[in-house]
Each structure stands twice: as C-alpha cells, then as structure tokens.
C-alpha cells in the first residue's frame, strides 16, 4: 500500500545528543514537510521539501536540519542547538498530485529529552 | 498573511448531540480551508476541504463545515455524535495555492455516553 512511514515512533534522548528521526514514503511525491506539535499549539511547519535536493526553512528551523537525498526519505534532525526538543513530530506528503492543502500524515514520532 | 483561530480547546457533547466546532480564519486571498481530525498518538487525517463553488462541505464520518466569507469561519458540524468521534480536531488554511498549511491550536472534542 502507499503512504507514508515514520521511525522510531517513541524516542528518548539526553540532553547535548543529536537525533535524527525517519520519514519514507512510496508515493512518489516530490513535497515532502516536517511539523512539530506542543500541546495546545497546534502544528507548526519545520521544514519542507518541494524536490529532491532542495528544502525550505518553515516557521521553526532553528534547532533543525533536514537533508533530500531522495525522493522518497526526509529525515530530520534534532541537534543539540534545539533549546526545547520534546515534542510529537509530524512527517507529510500531499495525498494526490495537484490536490492542495491535502496532506497525508505519518504516525508520527514522539522525541523525550531527559 | 494567513490564520486560524478555533475558539474552545475543549468541548465536549453527549453521544447523540449535536457536535459544533468553532473556526475564523484571516486570509488576503481567496482561502483555501481544511479540518483534519487526529486520534490519540497518530498522525493527522483530512475530514474535508473548501477551496471554491459549494459553501457546504461534506466530509468524511458525517462531518461538514460551511463557508461563510461575511463572518470569515469555517464551523465543523455533525449532527449526532458518537463515542468514536473523541478526538482531536484542527483547522487548517494554506497559504496560497500550496501545500503548506497554517494550523489552529486544535479543539479536544470529547463524547459522555
């Protein structure tokens, strides 16, 4: 089946460790985002893919650093530079080709820094 | 630029109620509209969408939302809820014509026998 996998789903690190969280998907889309959710705060886009080798800081980047080396994988990585890392991530891919807005979500990972 | 704001980050209904979920969004151009539904520890689903024509939009589990450009809200309706409705509910608005979507803070929707 298409879609779109997410690992490791639960995720504990140490402070001052980089972590790098998976995203695939066999879609074949080119647009690929990265969100971040906090309770109570909604989803706020990290970063994003329109292609392969090219990405775009979305509204939080900081802390953040994503490479799209293929089309179908986007990980991102959580450096130490993230002052507040423990958060539920969100990876996405549109649904359809040309269907806008439409996204199609991963299950998601949740990073706890202890 | 654009924004959401869903007023209510809890509410909670009787199975078998009437579920109403607020939404205004501010946009600069024709918005294109969205609520997704999220379930505990997964990822977020498309319920339905408003880009043109219809005001009234069906989505999926008997939801719909209808447009209404003079008040500049979305409202999620359904008109009887059930338990397996408790969930997480987001509005979204996209930036232009993209993919990339500016969400509200979410409204927790919980359903009592």
């Known amino acids: 089946d298409g879609g779109i996998t997410q690992s490791p789903k639960y995720l504990f690190r140490k402070e001052g460790q980089n972590v790098t969280l998976s995203c695939e998907q066999n879609?074949?889309?080119?647009?690929m985002y990265w969100y971040r959710q906090d309770p109570g705060q909604g989803l706020r886009l990290i970063y994003y893919s329109q292609i392969v080798n090219d990405f775009q800081k979305g509204d939080i980047a900081e802390g953040y650093s994503v490479s799209r080396e293929k089309k179908e994988s986007f990980p991102l990585t959580v450096t130490s530079a993230q002052k507040n890392p423990t958060a539920f991530y969100l990876c996405?891919?549109?649904?359809?080709?040309?269907?806008?807005?439409?996204?199609?979500f991963g299950e998601g990972s949740r990073l706890t820094v202890l | 630029a654009q924004s959401v704001t869903q007023l209510g980050s809890h509410v909670s209904v009787s199975e078998g109620a009437l579920v109403l979920l607020r939404c205004n969004y501010s946009?600069?151009?024709?918005?294109?509209l969205f609520w997704y539904v999220q379930y505990p520890n997964q990822g977020l689903q498309l319920l339905l969408k408003?880009?043109?024509?219809?005001?009234l939009v069906k989505g999926i589990n008997g939801f719909e939302a209808e447009f209404k450009k003079s008040e500049t809200s979305f409202h999620l309706t359904k008109p009887s809820a059930h338990m397996s409705d408790a969930a997480e509910y987001f509005c979204a608005v996209s930036e232009g014509n993209t993919d990339k979507l500016i969400f509200g803070t979410g409204t927790r929707l919980q359903v009592f026998p």
């Open positions: 996405a891919t549109p649904r359809t080709s040309g269907a806008t807005g439409e996204l199609f």
């Open positions: 879609l074949n889309h080119d647009a």
């Open positions: 946009s600069s151009v024709p918005p294109y």
């Open positions: 408003y880009t043109t024509g219809a005001t």
